[in-house]
């Protein structure tokens, strides 16, 4: 069973920053697609950075230049450091790690609230 332990969450000011961090556990980091994403009240659950077991990133245009999606093998850790961050950035982001080749999987961690607001 995929375990998840999401920290550095909580209320920051606009153009403050946050480095939240997923400790993963019951599962290999090996072939795998390790990601945050988020979902605003009212709003669809969205992308915001992944990051591929052989270091691959990918970020949503509004995370680009602004945040920075890093993976640790060895702790097993995924953590996403935000910068300069806006109002819009408020919402409960959650860590995922899925598995695309046999056996795939898909797991998400409980959720963690980050809001900017002065």
């Known amino acids: 069973q995929v375990q998840f332990v999401e920290s550095g969450g909580g209320l920051v000011q606009p153009g403050g920053s946050l480095r939240l961090s997923c400790a993963i556990s019951?599962?290999?980091?090996?072939?795998?697609?390790m990601g945050w994403y988020r979902q605003a009240p009212g709003k669809q659950r969205e992308m915001v950075a992944t990051?591929?077991?052989?270091?691959?990133?990918n970020y949503a245009n509004s995370a680009q230049g602004r945040f920075t999606i890093s993976a640790n093998n060895a702790k097993r850790t995924v953590d996403l450091q935000m910068d300069s961050l806006k109002p819009e950035d408020t919402a409960i982001y959650y860590c995922?790690?899925?598995?695309?080749?046999?056996?795939?999987?898909?797991?998400w961690g409980q959720g963690i609230q980050v809001t900017v607001s002065s």
């Open positions: 995922n790690i899925r598995r695309v080749v046999t056996p795939t999987m898909s797991a």
């Open positions: 990051v591929t077991s052989g270091g691959t990133t």
């Open positions: 019951g599962t290999a980091f090996s072939a795998t697609i």
